[in-house]
T-cell receptor, first 108, second 114 residues
Framework: RKEVEQDPGPFNVPEGATVAFNCTYSNSASQSFFWYRQDCRKEPKLLMSVYSSGNEDGRFTAQLNRASQYISLLIRDSKLSDSATYLCVDNQGGKLIFGQGTELSVKP | EAQVTQNPRYLITVTGKKLTVTCSQNMNHEYMSWYRQDPGLGLRQIYYSMNVEVTDKGDVPEGYKVSRKEKRNFPLILESPSPNQTSLYFC?????????????FGDGTRLSIL
């Protein structure tokens, strides 16, 4: 089993849709988590950190469920510009494990 | 401007010819890291460094070396490159010593080993 697993997609959704991604992790000692977005093999860019209490940034909401060992990302009111690959990251005390990414395609 | 700079951006070379990819950051970050990205495998960490003279293996360190003699620089060395090291490489840095802060990535280096 991979340490960090994501559904690779692609998720094809219409503009305005709500879409959710999950990411499961296997190391119960993992300390912190992030969501990054990556456009077409360019450098990944931070989307948001994931806090135990959950956090929201505009149309984006991240949740952490330590009991079930998964993190989630919810995107509301999808825009064309949200089309990208979304990477979850698990920080294991300095060693960073990336998921393989979930591809999102938002269509007009 | 705060940035992570990698050089070269593109390189085509031959098996066995030693090469170095440089990485420099101007943000006084403690943590630096190298990744490779391959289709279907995502980003995999090669080596990371929590501070000067401190380096640790990531998931795929075989065939690579790094050094951290100065805080701002973290070069990636391929002593004897092989075709399976053809990949897209990213360097990143973050504040804090354990990578708990967001990573700032360089633009990437596309390496082809023939």
């Amino acid at each position: 089993r991979k340490e960090v697993e994501q559904d690779p997609g692609p998720f094809n959704v219409p503009e305005g849709a709500t879409v959710a991604f999950n990411c499961t992790y296997s190391n119960s000692a993992s300390q912190s988590f992030f969501w990054y977005r990556q456009d077409c093999r360019k450098e990944p860019k931070l989307l948001m950190s994931v806090y135990s209490s959950g956090n929201e940034d505009g149309r984006f909401t991240a949740q952490l469920n330590r009991a079930s060992q998964y993190i989630s990302l919810l995107i509301r009111d999808s825009k064309l510009s949200d089309s990208a690959t979304y990477l979850c990251v698990d920080n294991q005390g300095g060693k960073l494990i990336f998921g393989q990414g979930t591809e999102l395609s938002v269509k007009p | 401007e705060a940035q992570v700079t990698q050089n070269p951006r593109y390189l085509i070379t031959v098996t066995g010819k030693k090469l170095t990819v440089t990485c420099s950051q101007n943000m006084n970050h403690e943590y630096m890291s190298w990744y490779r990205q391959d289709p279907g495998l995502g980003l995999r960490q090669i080596y990371y460094s929590m501070n000067v003279e401190v380096t640790d293996k990531g998931d795929v360190p075989e065939g690579y070396k790094v050094s951290r003699k100065e805080k701002r620089n973290f070069p990636l060395i391929l002593e004897s490159p092989s075709p399976n090291q053809t990949s897209l490489y990213f360097c990143a840095s973050s504040s804090g010593a354990v990578g708990n802060q967001p990573q700032h990535f360089g633009d990437g280096t596309r390496l082809s080993i023939l």
